[in-house]
């Protein structure tokens, strides 16, 4: 069983910074891509940034400039580096995984639980 599991939200001061992880783990070929996004109360969700192969990197224009994702291949964790934080970035953040399960299957969507993120004084 595939699993995406999110660690590194919490509390944070505007203009500060948090890192958000995220493993994937279980039984799998590939991972072709994967992507934070978030969610405030009473808005969509969206997406905030996405890395494909581990190269190709793309932001929401909200947070370009502050945020950066990275991925450790060899791990199948993928990095969210939030900087200059503000209170509008307060929101739930899910991680987003496109997973190819063996090397014939289609790539398939799994998400993870999720992690809150709050930003304020």
């Known amino acids: 069983q595939v699993q995406l599991v999110e660690s590194g939200g919490g509390l944070v001061q505007p203009g500060g910074s948090l890192r958000l992880s995220c493993a994937a783990s279980?039984?799998?070929?590939?991972?072709?891509?994967m992507a934070w996004y978030r969610q405030a109360p009473g808005k969509e969700r969206e997406l905030v940034a996405s890395?494909?192969?581990?190269?190709?990197?793309n932001y929401a224009d909200s947070v370009k400039g502050r945020f950066s994702i990275s991925r450790d291949t060899a791990k199948n964790t993928v990095f969210l580096q939030m900087n200059s934080l503000k209170p509008e970035d307060t929101a739930v953040y899910y991680c987003?995984?496109?997973?190819?399960?063996?090397?014939?299957?289609?790539?398939?969507?799994?998400w993870g639980q999720g992690t809150q993120v709050t930003v304020s004084s």
């Open positions: 890395i494909i192969r581990g190269v190709t990197t």
């Open positions: 987003n995984a496109a997973i190819m399960k063996t090397v014939t299957s289609e790539s398939i969507t799994m």
């Open positions: 279980g039984s799998f070929f590939r991972i072709n891509a």
